[in-house]
């Protein structure tokens, strides 16, 4: 992410969007041809690599777009990011239900998305749109940046393990089958997009101290739930109130 973040600040977010995103299509089916655990391990590096770099730089072409539109619209592009998790996973979901393998299903979300990639390169803002006159520095940071950094790390922390654990958690914990078990990240993305859509208005009425701390208090009760509560329901509705905390937190930030 920080090597991400510096050489879109040098070239332009453009192209280091495009070329992690390709490399993400290109990870997906290895991670389904590795032979052992080394090899995986491996390719699990440089697709999380590639997952990090690619998030830097099109939330960095974002920012871009935002300022030329000339009003707030970021959380909207976050909110069809979270459509995409919820396609995603009840796709995901339904290819588990009919036992079809990892390789095929990933060669085939690989292929979509980079011919989805390559199609709307040439319309992404070119590296003069974001020019801003400014260098790149390091600068020590406060103690108050600190703290938001703390807290940004959990909320990142908290994503991460709905992404990457719920389903885990659903079919190995609760036993609620393969195909089941991509609901909770389904759950996840709804909210998130639902919430996102109105984020700018929510955030300048309430104030982002007060998102924060509702924010926190609603995760909390949510991870509660979920972990408590062993029946499927409710554990979905903890996993729904995780992510509208984790949301009021990030759009504080």
Same mark, same amino acid.
């Given at each position: 992410?920080?090597?991400?973040?510096?050489?879109?600040?040098?070239?332009?977010?453009?192209?280091?969007?495009?070329?992690?995103?390709?490399?993400?299509?290109?990870?997906?089916?290895?991670?389904?041809?590795?032979?052992?655990?080394?090899?995986?391990?491996?390719?699990?590096?440089?697709?999380?690599?590639?997952?990090?770099?690619?998030?830097?730089?099109?939330?960095?072409?974002?920012?871009?777009?935002?300022?030329?539109?000339?009003?707030?619209?970021?959380?909207?592009?976050?909110?069809?990011?979270?459509?995409?998790?919820?396609?995603?996973?009840?796709?995901?979901?339904?290819?588990?239900?009919?036992?079809?393998?990892?390789?095929?299903?990933?060669?085939?979300?690989? &292929?979509?998305? *980079?011919?989805?990639?390559?199609?709307?390169?040439?319309? $992404? /803002?070119?590296?003069?749109?974001? =020019? #801003? %006159?400014?260098?790149?520095?390091?600068?020590?940071?406060?103690?108050?940046?600190?703290?938001?950094?703390?807290?940004?790390?959990?909320?990142?922390?908290?994503?991460?393990?709905?992404?990457?654990?719920?389903?885990?958690?659903?079919?190995?914990?609760?036993?609620?089958?393969?195909?089941?078990?991509?609901?909770?990240?389904?759950?996840?993305?709804?909210?998130?997009?639902?919430?996102?859509?109105?984020?700018?208005?929510?955030?300048?009425?309430?104030?982002?101290?007060?998102?924060?701390?509702?924010?926190?208090?609603?995760?909390?009760?949510? &991870?509660?739930? *979920?972990?408590?509560?062993?029946?499927?329901?409710?554990? $979905? /509705?903890?996993?729904?109130?995780? =992510? #509208? %905390?984790?949301?009021?937190?990030?759009?504080?930030?």
């Amino acid at each position: 992410m920080n090597l991400s973040g510096y050489l879109a600040a040098r070239f332009g977010s453009r192209p280091v969007t495009v070329i992690a995103s390709m490399s993400l299509c290109l990870m997906l089916p290895l991670l389904a041809l590795a032979p052992t655990l080394p090899i995986l391990v491996g390719t699990l590096v440089l697709f999380g690599a590639s997952n990090g770099s690619m998030d830097v730089a099109m939330n960095a072409q974002g920012i871009a777009v935002e300022r030329q539109y000339g009003r707030p619209i970021l959380n909207s592009f976050h909110a069809c990011y979270s459509l995409g998790g919820l396609v995603g996973a009840l796709a995901g979901g339904l290819v588990a239900s009919h036992s079809i393998a990892p390789l095929p299903h990933f060669l085939g979300v690989a &292929l979509f998305c *980079a011919i989805l990639t390559l199609s709307v390169a040439r319309s $992404l /803002l070119p590296a003069e749109a974001e =020019a #801003q %006159g400014t260098a790149v520095a390091f600068a020590r940071p406060t103690r108050a940046i600190l703290a938001l950094g703390l807290v940004a790390f959990c909320i990142v922390l908290g994503e991460g393990a709905m992404a990457d654990w719920s389903a885990i958690y659903l079919n190995g914990t609760l036993r609620t089958g393969t195909g089941l078990a991509a609901a909770g990240y389904a759950a996840f993305s709804v909210v998130m997009a639902m919430g996102r859509g109105v984020g700018d208005q929510l955030t300048a009425r309430l104030g982002p101290g007060t998102m924060m701390q509702l924010g926190g208090l609603v995760a909390a009760i949510g &991870l509660t739930l *979920a972990l408590v509560v062993t029946w499927i329901p409710i554990t $979905l /509705l903890g996993l729904a109130w995780l =992510a #509208q %905390g984790f949301l009021w937190c990030s759009l504080s930030r």
